[in-house]
């Protein structure tokens, strides 16, 4: 340290733990809800993002729009229960909208998931409406259409990427090391497991266009090569963390079912045919199951390991 | 307080920080403006930790420490060089003092002094005293050994002696061979730092580095100061320690003067209080002491005889008896029963806490109050005394919660383990609630004699009630049972004068009339008779008004000068006169300079903060230095001025001489400081005082892993109480089963037996189970890692916990070999939130000969891995 | 009677929301406890904090009880730790003070061949790592740039007219964001019980009154001083110069400038509650460089948001009608 007299004592740096205690908290949530909530709002948000690009890129595709709209309506749901189910009590979420706070990443989520809420509720009210042969047709109904898939592309975007962020707006060193991937590594696996969701669906109960599942199953592969891409760079800052070199078994076994999902679910997208878009599907939602679960459970290791502290707070 | 002036104290057997936190503060102020702060311990501690050097100990061999201290100082340069010293030493000691020539010193014998009684096993002081001139008359005082059977407890005082005799013969060029200075230095002669290396397990250098330290930072312009507490006391020499501790302060010139002193760290909050106004057998409050079966206790006029001195404080005795005898019993104390004396009980021996429950044990004691005490955890032999609590017809215990001495009919290891059963205990236990210190008032008196108020906070839940209410309603049913009896047995009781109104919802007596008897106050018979009358008299709701009316009225006394012998005053305790004398002074709250602060409590004597500060005076009046000034001569004003109260006659010049016909402090000399002392001079030399010795002496432990290097024909004190008692075996001198030391101790987490920290939870979950702490060698040899369970075995007993392994333990090189010291604190027993194995179940039952204290700090044991064979409370509990 | 002595036993007090002074302090002219206690003045508006000076601490503990006795926290179950002293081991929702016992003790030299006694330093072994017991009370350190703040995504945490950071109970939704964002693993969510979060409060309800907080107080050596943050930072200072002139090796943690080469907490604006230390922040469980997770979050977001676009658009590209 510097001003010390010469020859002054002190410990080495990084030779010292206090005792093992963990210097900083490991998150209180209760476990499986918030990677549950981020892997389904990621669904949603996925699901919504290729139905509305879809529906940009070319002619409206009625019946992927609707499964887009319900998937994204039942998963977004599910996900506020499991988000609403860590908080206690429904009326704790809305504490959260008294105030705008941009420097706080839960709050700017909470805004955005009210925001993505709205669109996704009126999507769902249009599409309701329209099925049961109200809400008309033609040229207007789709620009209706159009307008509230767009009004939700942002805060789509923002609900798929913003649990990285999420997490990396923390002290807990494994996250914190990732800031700046961990967005863009969520964003992509959000869309491939929202694409993955729409698969299997397809695949489950054929879309009347054989054209749909093919589209689907090219989005599929390009979202897994960009997840992996990402996670394979996102996870370089965070290698030096001495808790990566003492991984135990099960958190090695979900980042290789993260991982391989990705890899042999995008194989198979490549693949085509029917066994195989159900198979890139299924892996793709797996996927990001298991990454939502892996990185939580990597960070709650590196909250507890006081040398992951001093290796980023430094 | 003083102590933050000090520049440099050394802290040996005694953990401050840990026991004494708050006071401690004192000592990291001095620290903070340059003090070197020394611990001497056999464990590194909090204390060791924020000091400025440490030093580990053999538990048990401090009195060959710090005779090598005085060794190293009486040899040094600086001691021998420097004037100070010896003009310090030649007017306030009694170091010129000349002994009889028959007098033969330890060294010389072997570890024994000359007068031994083999037969007998006593000595006969007759040759520690000093010579006289030939042909003068024989002293009138003298060794006292015909008490020394009955008076086994703490007491300070100067019994009659004839020190002040002007027929002794004294040296002032402190040469001659008899000398006491010459006497002390042969003494400690063969105390050389190799020795005490040996002995102690403190490296040569590191003694003559703590006693240079001393040398340096004592002086005219500066001084030392010792601190200790029962890591000295509790031993089978503890007073030999305090003594040795004494002589070096004297020696080095640091006693009354600022920064200097010797601290003793009381224990509990009015320990002080209560040996002041004492709950020891042997002793009236005041350190007056106990009427006993003596020849010379039958009247009042030879019970005067005996304790009181010509010179000095103690010249007046008669006075502080007389005037407790009014405070007691009143218009009672007539001159047909000597002013109330034959009216008091007399000892007929030994009753201090061990041989009580020796006695308990063998079925001879019916039934026991505890209030306030918890032997089940605290007690030496804790297994013997629960047994001995088993023998009881009934016992009361006054407690707040209920503690183990409550609740060992039916959780003692014991009764667990089915060694013994609950249906074969016929005490039957009363399990009281007591009112908390929160929940009363009263007052407090602290290490520096400082009696501080406090108030009640809230009123007490429940049943609970003050001791004070109990004693008040336990006391009036005893004296209406005794009401009607003629029996002359009986009169001290009806006789006692029980004056004091209660009120509040409770009926609590009111406290502020017992300090204002303790203080004391002008007895006027007639007055009072007229009072009496006008209470006797009144309606029965009006009569606490009216005896709270006569408190009021009772002229309260300033200072015990005013004391008398005549029955005119009435007096609680002499040494407290003063603290009601204008108003109540304990309760008096002024913080002031944060120093001497007069107006903050009362100090007794006379709110002295130091005792005989005229030492830090020269003996012409003028302060050793500006730096350490605080008490000196105005010749101007003709009096004796300074910081703190003079603790000397405010007007008795410096160069007076002592009036060889006048008793009290008019026979003492102007330079002679020590106003308690009969000679006013302080002792380097005990020509009584201790039964064991004239001089500290190192006696090892009664158990001990190493004969005794210095004395190895005598290695334990000769006087040592033991008790032939079953479950009592001692292990003797280095006895190969049971080769390591054992220690036990506080922590600043809990306070003695446990009952006021161990059933609070915030208190629990800070050291919430027993453990053992023991050094890394050790548990390598015993195959244990922090956490494994150790079992420590004694001949008393096996007790169990888990072993915390540390560096702040280390064995020691004693004696050829390594002899390794083990920690247990003392606080855990089977009942509470916080728990675990009483290490007080190892302790054996022996005694001080001076002053019954048991030896609790310094045994041997031996440890194995595992868990005792007998399932302990922290078993049953899991 | 023991339940009449179950001092401790109470759950945290939920819903403590900021309370109106009992006293006009102004109105009264009368001088605060804390004026004869600490020796300020207290007043809204001024930046309040503490100095610990960890070479004064004894280990005493007194400071954590009244933390707990005066906010009538619950103790915890806990084991024996038998390693130390500190059984306490961390902060928690209803531990708010903590302190730390830090063992530096060299191995022991062979015991027959002693050339130089162990633990026998001349002066100041206290201040030498190889024979020492490091003592260390923490709390919560009110952080200019409170990173639990920051994170609150209720606006739950505040603060004060004391430059304190406090947190609402009212408003607190239990998320636990703050416990993550936290620095120095301070602030804890008692899922147990309340399910909201805890930590110091700078004892907000004594200031309030004009008391001086009970930490402080109760601490015997004053290894605790509690202050206007400027004042304290000018005696810290001092104090520092001082023991390096003895030749310790001391530094202020957490004064808000980058004082020493490797341990630097001005990320976070200064801490209100900062520490004189004598080792590496590490040995007492301190990051020496704690980040600001805030510092993250605008631009994560932003990031996040242009990835997932460029995601969407290459994903966009691959769901074009099939050309053919
Ligand atoms: N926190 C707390 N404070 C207390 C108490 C409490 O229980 N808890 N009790 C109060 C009471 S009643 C008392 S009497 C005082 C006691 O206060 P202290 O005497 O300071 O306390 P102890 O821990 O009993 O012993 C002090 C030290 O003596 C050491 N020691 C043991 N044997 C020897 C020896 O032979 N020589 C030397 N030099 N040292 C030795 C021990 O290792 C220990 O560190 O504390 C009072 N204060
Ligand atoms: N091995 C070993 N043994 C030791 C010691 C040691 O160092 N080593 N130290 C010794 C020393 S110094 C001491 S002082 C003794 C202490 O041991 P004990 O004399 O047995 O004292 P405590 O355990 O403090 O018991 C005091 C009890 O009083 C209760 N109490 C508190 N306030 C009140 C009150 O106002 N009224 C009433 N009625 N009760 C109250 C408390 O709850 C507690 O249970 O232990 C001694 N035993
Ligand atoms: S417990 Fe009381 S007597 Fe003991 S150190 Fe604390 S304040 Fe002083
Ligand atoms: S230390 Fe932690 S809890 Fe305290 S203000 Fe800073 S971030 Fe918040
Ligand atoms: S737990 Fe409470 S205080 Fe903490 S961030 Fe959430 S709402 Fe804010
Ligand atoms: S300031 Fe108050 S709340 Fe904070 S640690 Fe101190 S006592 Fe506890
Ligand atoms: S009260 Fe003071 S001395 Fe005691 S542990 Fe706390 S900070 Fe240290
Ligand atoms: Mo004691």
């Known amino acids: 340290m510097k001003g010390l007299e010469a020859g002054a004592r002190v410990s080495p740096a990084h030779a010292a733990s206090y005792m093992g205690v963990p210097p900083i908290k490991a998150p209180s949530w209760k476990p499986g809800m918030i990677p549950g909530y981020f892997w389904l709002g990621g669904i949603a948000a996925g699901a919504w993002l ?87 047709r033609g040229a207007n109904a789709a620009a209706l259409d159009r307008g509230i898939q767009l009004l939700g592309l942002a805060p789509g ?74 996670s394979h760079v996102s996870e370089r800052p965070a290698a030096r963390l001495p808790s990566r070199s003492t991984e135990p078994r099960d958190e090695r076994a979900l980042r290789a079912l993260a991982h391989g999902s990705a890899a042999v679910g995008l194989l198979c997208a490549l693949r085509g045919g029917r066994d195989a878009r159900l198979a890139a599907g299924l892996l793709a939602v797996a996927g990001g199951l298991a990454l939502r679960f892996l990185v939580t459970r990597s960070g709650r290791r590196s909250a507890g390991t006081p040398e992951d502290t001093w290796e980023h707070a430094r | 307080m003083d102590l933050q002036n000090t520049d440099c104290i050394l802290i040996m057997g005694s953990n401050f920080a840990e026991a004494h936190p708050v006071g401690y503060r004192f000592v990291m102020r001095a620290r903070e403006r340059g003090a070197e702060v020394i611990h001497v311990d056999p464990r590194y501690t909090r204390t060791s930790a924020t000091a400025t050097s440490y030093a580990r100990i053999r538990a048990g061999s401090d009195v060959a420490f710090l005779g090598g201290l005085v060794r190293h100082v009486l040899n040094s340069e600086r001691w021998n060089g420097d004037a100070f010293f010896r003009e310090y030493v030649t007017h306030y000691t009694n170091a010129s003092t000349i002994l009889k020539a028959d007098f033969r010193d330890a060294s010389e014998l072997g570890g024994l002094f000359s007068g031994w009684n083999e037969a007998e096993r006593r000595y006969d002081r007759e040759t520690w005293q000093p010579a006289e001139r030939a042909g003068s008359r024989a002293h009138d005082g003298g060794p006292d050994e015909a008490t020394d059977d009955v008076q086994t407890s703490q007491s300070f005082g100067a019994r009659a ?55 340096r930072n004592s002086g005219r312009e500066r001084t030392s100061a010792i601190a200790y507490a029962v890591g000295w006391t509790q031993h089978t020499n503890g007073p030999h320690l305090i003594s040795t501790a004494a002589i070096l302060q004297l020696l080095l010139g640091n006693i009354g003067r600022p920064g200097g002193g010797i601290q003793a760290l009381r224990g509990h909050a009015t320990i002080q209080g209560s040996t002041d106004i004492p709950t020891l057998y042997d002793l009236l409050p005041g350190y007056l002491r106990m009427r006993n079966d003596t020849e010379a206790h039958d009247t009042r006029r030879g019970y005067v005889a005996s304790e009181a001195a010509r010179g000095g404080l103690w010249a007046h005795a008669e006075a502080y008896l007389a005037s407790l005898l009014r405070a007691w019993f009143g218009p009672a104390a007539t001159p047909e029963n000597e002013g109330g004396f034959q009216l008091l009980p007399r000892i007929t021996g030994d009753h201090s806490h061990l041989p009580m429950f020796v006695k308990m044990h063998n079925g001879e004691v019916d039934g026991l109050f505890l209030m306030g005490q918890n032997p089940a955890v605290g007690g030496q032999n804790a297994r013997f005394q629960r047994a001995a609590l088993g023998r009881l017809k009934w016992l009361v215990v006054r407690d707040l919660f209920p503690i183990e001495s409550a609740t060992f009919w039916k959780e003692s290891p014991e009764v667990v383990s089915g060694e013994t059963s609950s249906e074969s205990i016929d005490t039957e236990v009363f399990l009281l609630p007591a009112a908390n210190v929160l929940e009363k008032e009263g007052s407090f008196t602290n290490t520096q004699r400082l009696i501080q108020w406090h108030h009640r906070a809230v009123e007490p839940p429940g049943d609970c009630r003050s001791d004070a209410w109990f004693v008040d309603q336990l006391w009036k049913r005893v004296r209406a049972h005794y009401a009607a009896s003629d029996r002359p047995r009986d009169e001290p009781i009806r006789a006692l004068t029980w004056d004091y109104p209660v009120s509040g919802p409770h009926g609590e007596p009111d406290i502020d009339c017992i300090l204002r008897e303790i203080n004391g106050f002008r007895f006027d018979d007639s007055i009072e008779r007229d009072w009496d009358a006008r209470i006797e008299g009144a309606a029965a709701r009006d009569r606490d008004a009216l005896l709270r009316e006569r408190w009021l009225a009772r002229e309260q006394l300033a200072t015990s000068t005013r004391l008398r012998d005549d029955g005119s005053t009435a007096c609680g305790c002499w040494i407290y006169c003063g603290v009601h004398g204008d108003g109540n002074r304990a309760a008096s709250r002024n913080p002031g300079d944060g120093w001497i602060s007069p107006d903050w409590g009362f100090a007794w004597p006379s709110n002295v903060r130091m005792l005989y500060n005229r030492c830090s005076a020269d003996p012409a009046g003028r302060p050793w230095s500006e730096r350490k000034r605080y008490v000196w001569w105005d010749d101007e004003a003709r009096r004796w001025v300074g910081a703190d109260q003079p603790d000397f006659p405010v007007d008795k010049p410096p160069g007076e001489t002592g009036r060889a016909d006048a008793v009290g402090l008019d026979a003492h000399a102007g330079d002679a400081p020590f106003v308690m002392k009969d000679e006013g001079r302080a002792w380097l030399f005990f020509p009584q005082g201790l039964k064991d010795a004239p001089l500290p002496t190192h006696y090892e432990p009664w158990e001990t892993p190493v004969a005794n290097a210095l004395y190895p024909k005598q290695s334990r004190n000769p006087l040592a109480g033991t008790f032939d008692v079953a479950g009592n075996a001692y292990h003797g001198v280095a006895n190969a089963r049971y080769p390591h030391v054992l220690t036990t101790y506080r922590l600043t987490e809990h306070h003695t037996g446990g009952g006021m920290t161990r059933w609070n939870t915030w208190l629990s979950e800070l050291q919430p189970e027993a453990f053992v702490e ?105 | 009677m023991s339940e009449q002595r179950d001092v401790a036993a109470h759950a945290p007090r939920a819903g403590a929301a900021p309370l109106a002074s009992i006293v006009d302090w102004e109105r009264v002219g009368a001088r605060q406890e804390a004026e004869l206690t600490a020796g300020v003045r207290i007043e809204a508006g001024k930046r309040y904090g503490f100095f610990t000076d960890t070479t004064l601490c004894i280990g005493c503990k007194a400071c954590e009880v009244a933390c707990k006795q005066w906010n009538q926290l619950p103790a915890e179950e806990v084991d024996l730790v038998p390693l130390t002293y500190d059984n306490t081991r961390s902060f928690s929702a209803t531990t708010w003070r903590h302190v730390r016992f830090v063992e530096q003790l060299d191995e022991q030299p062979d015991l027959q061949a002693i050339a130089k006694p162990w633990g026998w330093h001349g002066s100041e072994q206290w201040a030498d790592p190889g024979s020492r017991w490091l003592m260390m009370s923490d709390v919560c350190k009110h952080c200019a740039t409170a990173p639990c703040m920051e994170a609150c995504p209720t606006g739950s945490i505040i603060r004060t007219e004391f430059d304190s950071v406090y947190v609402q109970q009212d408003i607190c939704n239990g998320c636990g964001y703050c416990q993550v964002a936290c620095p120095f693993g301070v602030i804890e969510v008692a899922t147990e019980t309340d399910g909201k979060a805890h930590k110091c409060t700078l004892c907000y309800d004594r200031l309030r009154d004009g008391l001086e907080p009970a930490c402080a107080k109760s601490c015997p050596t004053d290894s605790i001083r509690f202050g206007v943050v400027d004042q304290l930072l000018e005696e810290a200072r001092v104090r520092v110069a001082d023991l390096r002139a003895r030749g310790v090796t001391a530094y202020l943690y957490g004064s808000g400038g980058p004082l020493e080469d490797d341990c630097d907490t001005s990320a976070l604006g200064g801490l209100n509650c900062f520490f004189l230390l004598i080792d590496r922040p590490e040995v007492y469980n301190l990051p020496a460089v704690p980040q600001r997770p805030s510092e993250r979050t605008l631009r994560g977001l932003v990031a996040g948001m242009i990835t997932a676009l460029a995601i969407g658009v290459g994903v966009g590209f691959t769901l074009r009608r099939d050309a053919r």
Not at chain 1, 87 to 99: I, K
Not at chain 1, 192 to 209: D, F, N
Not at chain 2, 170 to 191: A, I, N
Not at chain 2, 834 to 859: M, Q, R, W, Y
Request: with cysteine.
């Open chain 1, 50 to 136: 290729v139905v509305s690009l879809d529906d940009l890129a070319g002619e409206r595709d009625e019946e992927l729009l609707r499964a887009g709209r319900w998937v994204a309506a039942g998963a977004l749901g599910g996900g506020t229960v499991l988000l609403i189910t860590d908080l206690g009590r429904p009326e704790r979420f809305l504490n959260m909208l008294r105030v705008a706070r941009p420097r706080s990443a839960m709050n700017a989520g909470a805004w955005g998931l009210t925001a993505f809420g709205g669109a996704v509720g009126l999507a769902l009210l249009v599409q309701v409406l329209r099925d049961l042969g109200g809400a008309g």
């Open chain 2, 774 to 878: 023991i050094d890394e060698r050790l548990a390598e040899e015993l195959g244990v890692t922090s956490g494994d369970w150790v079992t420590v075995m004694t001949a008393r007993g096996e007790a169990d916990a888990r072993a915390m392994v540390t560096r702040r333990l280390r064995p020691l090189w004693i004696g050829g070999r390594r002899v390794h010291q083990i920690g247990f604190p003392w606080h855990f027993g089977y009942s509470g939130v916080a728990t675990g194995s009483a290490a007080n179940d190892l302790v054996a039952l022996v005694t001080e000969p001076n002053v019954s204290i048991h030896e609790g700090k310094a045994l041997t044991c031996d440890i194995r891995r595992g868990r005792a064979t007998r399932p302990n409370a922290a078993e049953t509990r899991a």
């Open chain 2, 161 to 215: 002696g004839n020190e002040a005799s002007e027929t002794v013969l004294r040296d002032p060029t402190l040469e001659h061979p008899q000398c006491v200075l010459q006497v002390l230095k042969r003494h400690f002669e063969s105390y050389t730092p190799d020795v005490v290396e040996r002995v102690t397990g403190i490296p040569a250098e590191q003694l003559i580095a703590i006693g240079d330290a001393l040398l």
């Open chain 1, 157 to 230: 975007l923002f609900v798929g990427s913003y649990t990285g962020v999420l997490l990396s707006s923390t002290s807990v060193p494994a996250w914190a090391l990732r800031s700046g991937w961990l967005g863009p590594l969520f964003a992509a696996a959000s869309t491939s497991s929202g694409i993955g969701t729409l698969l299997v669906i397809g695949e489950l109960r054929p879309w009347r266009s054989s054209s749909t599942a093919r589209r689907l199953a090219r989005a599929q592969a390009a979202a897994l090569a960009i997840e992996l891409a990402l």
